[in-house]
């Protein structure tokens, strides 16, 4: 495996990308709005799915500087994957028009529509060189759980909900266990297609992988330039 540059390139802007936005936005928030809560903020599934997208970009950008990529990254990067999907569907399907504590424009474009699309690019262009079972990408779906059941004890604690789909005190605990469930079954979905799509390996080229020039074999020639057949059949018309 050979290391490919303009991969890793790719993968350590757009972590840089995402890191100075998370960045920008948390200090935009702590310095210009009353209140704002750290705690609040990396409560976010979108702020900590970024996170684990911008990490996990980094991590991959210096594999694929290497020419290395273990199995370990790989599995990571699916999971990268179908969080930003989940991120991305999720506002563009229900909150593009609610406030979820993204006031600056470029910042909210960068976390929701550019990062889950570089992570889906990502993947498809440098598939897993070996297959993922679906039952290995069901693992990917406990941090979605795990934020689930987080979000809905921290509620009550701090009377703070990141989602209005996730606050039982608008619409009570029967929608959002209704919503919770939907959202459960396309991130099971997002999983399967994503190790689904690693069937695809062996038909998409590997931005990693470098194959040899074919060379066709060249006849040895002798010093005087003639093939060293020639010589043979000369030594035999001699003895003639």
Known sequence: ??????????????ALLGFVAVLFQLLYLVQNV????????????????????????GIAGWFAWKGASPRWLELLRGAATVYMTITGITYSLLLSDIDVNTPIPWVNVVLHYTVPTV??????????RERIPVRTSLVWL????LYLVYSLIRGPIVDWYPYPFLDPRSAGYGTVAVMSVLIAVAAFGFAVVAALSTKLQNSVPHPALTSPP???????????????????GLEGQQRR
């Open 1 to 14: 495996m050979t290391a490919n540059r303009g991969l890793a390139l790719f993968r350590f802007w757009f």
């Open 34 to 57: 009353p209140g704002a809560s750290t705690g609040n903020y990396f409560s976010y599934f979108t702020i900590e799915s970024n996170i684990i997208a911008f990490v996990t970009l």
């Open 119 to 128: 992570m889906v690019i990502d993947w498809l262009v440098d598939l897993p």
């Open 142 to 145: 406990a941090f979605p759980m």
């Open 214 to 232: 074919e060379t066709a074999l060249e006849p040895r020639t002798t010093a005087r330039g003639r093939h060293a057949g020639d010589d043979a």
